[in-house]
């Protein structure tokens, strides 16, 4: 394992992210971003600044690499098709990829595999969103589609005018009682581990996790299903890696797949210091051929993201992050950009706590004194 | 503090450690160290290869840098100084290094100071120890001692004639029950904070830490003893940074001071898993006028050190790791570095564990079964 050259497409904070826990294997990893001032690349081995939808640029760049992942999806999956046939180690598969990057097809295959989704209509564009919608649905792109874009609910008839004017899908509109979001692991031997369900609270405008906490506060009954959800899953796509289940838990109390992602996830940043395996290790685990590790709950968790401040653009200022560095149990990871913007990720904030009631504390005392300004 | 370009004298594992928590913070790193295969060549914003102990190289690595500091006391403490005067912080204070760097000195400043320690005899050379031994003695080199070389114990006469032949120490041995350790963490503020205590079970031939487990078992009387002899030394040396302080538990249960390093150390490794803040980030606050982390335990913890195994020399290969990392609470450190020598340290292993003899169990197995070839 400490003798791979590992490739990561994308490196951003989840590849930076991946690089710490990398350093303990002391692994070789070479990154490849189109920003050249990414947050990986004063740690990469290798930095290469190019565009991971570019077919060249990809196969040029997995050629120093034995090993090859990602941590973005939007990726050229025809070049990763043909690093495969040249024998270098694709994990995600790129098939996979390729079909999760689609989100009616993601949706096909769900509705395929037995596994539980809201019910969806395949749509060309905004006119045939105008002739098949009832209201309330939520209309997706099927490509393209990232950290909230690409995403959007139809109310009304009113709505119509701001329908994508492309291909996607109608979802049935889910009311939902909570958003949860299961990690699942698995490698090459097929051994499977999921981490305890995370639970989800968006922030209202930005359609982003504004903070989470693990374990959920579901029923027991509840986690199974939606860990059993997961594994299964992973199982029926064969693959090889970290994929994140994003889920909502209806107010009937069933379990509906939203969206996933075959990569680390936001959903996972508070494993580092919350579960005896972060989310990363395991990713590297699941890629190396390693035994995977135990995602057991090391300390109740909440993950605050600390977005760039509404009315800030330009070099970031971290005010208030004193005061949070006193408190105990807080554990601040600032991702490096070099440029704050509006509702921007710009690092993250783990609380760990003994009651949910002190977690609570520090989340909401971590959101009102720490604010990336400009 | 995510501002501020950190310059580290020595760029080794400790200071590799250290970058993976200033990445945290998103703090730019400058790395000096004489290897070109430093374990931090690939992680820091600048690595200079140079002579730590040259003034020049030292004084023009430190000009691109606001901040100071060492993974290493072996360096060219003049150089720090005219760096200070250049306006630059360096923590620890250089005359503060230049104390510790000798140990007939360090001991002279406990003595002054009321810090207990074992009675010495300060001793230029061979003939001079040889006029002043009673024995058993411990004979210690005043400088350039480092990790158990510079430290023999003479045991009779007939050990003479291998006594160093440099000005040096004699200290009457100390027949211990334990070795024990604390590291106290002092930033400008004066706020102080011990880590709880550790105890060390040295390897007979390599005279190494072992393996160590924290918190030690010792009695609550004799853990409050050592912290506060820890603080009262940080203090009276008023020094800004992290303290390693190495201490003797007699087997009349008193507790003497060994020796000190003014920077993180092996004693401390197990605080990256077992404690609420590790000794690197602690390091890191305290030298940035950040407010101290908790260093409450998290778990029980025990950490080994990964020597290179005796018999082999070359590239290392790690036998066994796949065994090691299928078991649970088992966190493995590679250091990076190129060629592995009978007790080289190549890395270590945290275990946590709930109880002493799951711990213990784990370490035996650990050392059985993980070794460094080639």
Known sequence: MNKVKLGVLGGGQLGKMLIQSAMNFDMEVHMLDPDAEAPCKPYAHQFVQGDL??????????????????????????????????????????????????????????????????????????????????????????????????VQVLRSAFDIEKAFDAPGLLENFVDFDKEIAVIVARNEQGQVTTFPVTELVFHPEANLVEYLFAPAHITDHQAKEAESIACALIEKLGMVGLLAVEMFLTKEGTILVNEIAPRTHNSGHHTIEGNITSQFEQHLRAICQMPLGSTATRSMAAMVNLLGEEGYTGTPILAGIEEIMAMEGVFVHLYGKKVTKPFRKMGHVTVIGDTFASLRDKVERVKSTLKVIA
């Open 53 to 150: 939808k570019d077919y060249d640029t990809v196969v040029n760049f997995g050629a120093a690499c034995d090993l090859i992942t990602i941590e973005i999806e939007n990726v050229n999956t025809e070049a990763l098709k043909a690093l495969e046939k040249q024998g270098k180690r694709v994990f995600p598969q790129p098939h996979i990829i390729e079909l999760i990057q689609n989100k009616v097809a993601q949706k096909k295959f769900y509705k395929a595999n037995g596994i539980p989704t809201s019910d969806f209509i395949e749509v060309s564009g905004r006119s045939d969103v105008a002739a098949k919608a009832h209201f309330p649905m939520v209309n997706k792109l099927a490509r393209d589609g990232y950290d909230g874009r690409g």
